[in-house]
C-alpha cells in the first residue's frame, strides 16, 4: 500500500490550494493546521523554495470514531496533505494515506473510518485534481 496518494492540478499553488480547501470542505473536512513551508525556510535558514504548504486535515466526525476506537491513533491526525508547486506551474498535492491507520494498529472498528477518511479525502482531490 502506497503511504502517499499523489494529484496534479494545474494551477499555481495558491490557485490550486483554494481548490484543494473547497473540496475538502464539501467532504467534511477542516484544515485544522497549516505549515507555510516556504515562509518558515526563508526566515530560519535563509533559503527560498518553491511554493510549498503542509495543511492538516480533520473530518470531526471519522477523528472522533477512531480515537474511539484506539485513543493513540491521535498521534497520525489530522490527515497531513503536502501541497508543493512544481517547475512547470502546475501543483502536487500529496495526501497521507489513512488506510495506513488501520493497518498500523489492528484495532477493531478502526478500519471502517480509515476507509471513510480515505474515500472522503480521495473524492475532494480527485474532484479538483488528477491522479499523479
Known amino acids: 500500500m502506497e503511504p502517499v496518494l499523489c494529484y496534479r492540478i494545474d494551477a499555481p499553488l495558491a490557485d490550486a490550494e483554494a481548490s484543494v480547501r473547497g473540496a475538502l470542505q464539501k467532504e467534511g473536512f477542516g484544515i485544522l493546521t497549516e505549515v507555510d513551508v516556504t515562509g518558515v525556510l526563508r526566515a530560519k535558514l535563509g533559503v527560498e523554495t518553491r511554493p510549498y504548504k503542509i495543511l492538516g ?11 474511539g476506537a484506539d485513543p493513540r491513533v491521535g498521534a497520525f491526525l489530522p490527515c497531513g496533505l503536502a501541497i508543493y508547486e512544481e517547475e512547470d506551474g502546475h501543483t502536487t498535492v500529496c495526501l497521507q494515506n489513512p488506510s495506513l491507520i488501520s ?8 478500519e471502517e473510518a480509515a476507509n ?17
Not at 493497518?103 to 478502526?110: A, P, V
Not at 471513510?116 to 499523479?132: F, G, H, K, Y
Request: contains cysteine; glycine residues 2%; proline residues 6%.
Open 57 to 67: 486535515a480533520c473530518n470531526p466526525s471519522i477523528a472522533h470514531r477512531a480515537m
Open 116 to 132: 471513510e477518511a480515505q474515500d472522503r479525502l480521495v473524492a475532494a482531490l480527485r474532484s479538483v485534481a488528477t491522479p499523479a
Open 103 to 110: 493497518e498500523t494498529f489492528h484495532t477493531q472498528g478502526l
